[in-house]
């Protein structure tokens, strides 16, 4: 008895200390939450010096006339007036990035998902593969791609060579307003390894069954790929198809290179980053660069937006749509 009245006397005087925040695990759990901020503190310290900081920045410098060699002058909307009543190589560098967006992006995830499929049939050697076809994802956004690519559609460069094997007289590719969009969207549809690997990560996780119920009742494989494997993969092309879209506007490396940093011939491939970086480094017309940029941001997220909302009418997601 006299034992029992022990424990339960110990028992009310440890959890009164402890649930008043005094005892060891409070202690304990304070010096992690400090230890915790303190490994943390570092990556705080860039998010507000590299990325917050600078955000804010450009949205004041936006509304100013700022040349980075004087000190800025508030101009209110005047960036934003001129850029859309004025500009007209702001109109036509929209133009030209629209066009590069709304054809290799579809033009890169139908080419991404063709050869996801023809690798999910199980060929020898598949990671071998994979990483070949990954590879222009690493390599397609590099300066050394982009100036062997010029070389190659140039006019003396290999397209030509070998039409002149069949007695052809190829154009400069990229010295041909006609042409020039023409070859930097298929150097975008060429990094089709990034999608690519991740449709074929989502075709492996569609369950064999499925095609086999199917191939039972009769379906072929145009059937099957039309009732099973586009709809499963929904998903994932609505995932890709974002992250491409997002990409493909803040395209700038390889129309920079090819262009020799003009947008030429024509302004044809004047992409909108493109004339972005020549209003703020060619110019120094910095506040009208940092409107740009934020013109951007809005037009990014706004297709980003519509590509949700309208994701509900075509994505599946399990037995939902």
């Not at 304990?28 to 010096?49: D, H, I, K, M, N």
């Not at 009732?227 to 700038?252: A, D, Y």
């Not at 011939?265 to 493109?274: E, I, Q, V």
């Amino acid at each position: 008895m006299a034992d029992t009245v022990a424990v339960k006397t110990r028992a009310q005087r440890e959890p009164a200390t402890q649930a008043g925040g005094g005892g060891p695990r409070s202690l304990r759990a304070r010096r992690e939450a400090r230890a915790a901020y303190l490994f943390l503190a570092p990556w705080f310290v860039g998010l507000l010096v590299i990325t917050v900081g600078p955000i804010i920045a450009s949205l004041y410098l936006s509304f100013t006339d700022y040349s980075l060699l004087k000190e800025a002058k508030w101009v209110g909307l005047d960036n934003y007036i001129k850029m859309f009543t004025e500009d007209e190589r702001f109109i036509a560098s929209l133009k030209v990035t629209t066009i590069y967006v709304v054809v290799s992006v579809p033009l890169q995830l139908a080419f991404a998902l063709g050869l996801a499929l023809v690798l999910d049939r199980g060929l020898r050697g598949l990671s071998f593969y994979r990483s070949i076809f990954y590879l222009p994802s690493l390599l397609g956004g590099s300066v050394a791609i982009a100036i062997l690519w010029r070389k190659v559609f140039g006019a003396d460069g290999l397209v030509n060579a070998v039409l002149s094997i069949f007695g052809i007289q190829g154009p400069g590719w990229v010295g041909d307003p006609d042409t020039a969009l023409g070859t930097l969207i298929l150097l975008h549809v060429w990094t089709f390894g990034a999608p690519m690997i991740i449709f074929l990560a989502g075709l492996r996780q569609i369950p064999s069954s499925y095609y086999e119920a199917a191939a039972v009742d009769g379906a072929g494989t145009l059937r099957q790929f039309r009732s099973i494997t586009l709809p499963l993969l929904t998903p994932i092309i609505f995932f890709n198809l974002v992250l491409e879209v997002i990409k493909s506007f803040q395209s700038f490396t390889q129309a920079f290179i090819v262009s020799n940093g003009k947008g030429g011939p024509a302004d044809s491939t004047l992409f909108y980053t493109l004339y972005l970086y020549l209003k703020g480094f060619k110019s120094y017309d910095m506040g009208y660069a940092a409107a740009m940029a934020w013109v951007l941001l809005v037009i990014i997220a706004a297709l980003t937006g519509v590509n949700f909302l309208a994701s509900k009418y075509w994505v599946f997601y399990g037995d939902t749509k």
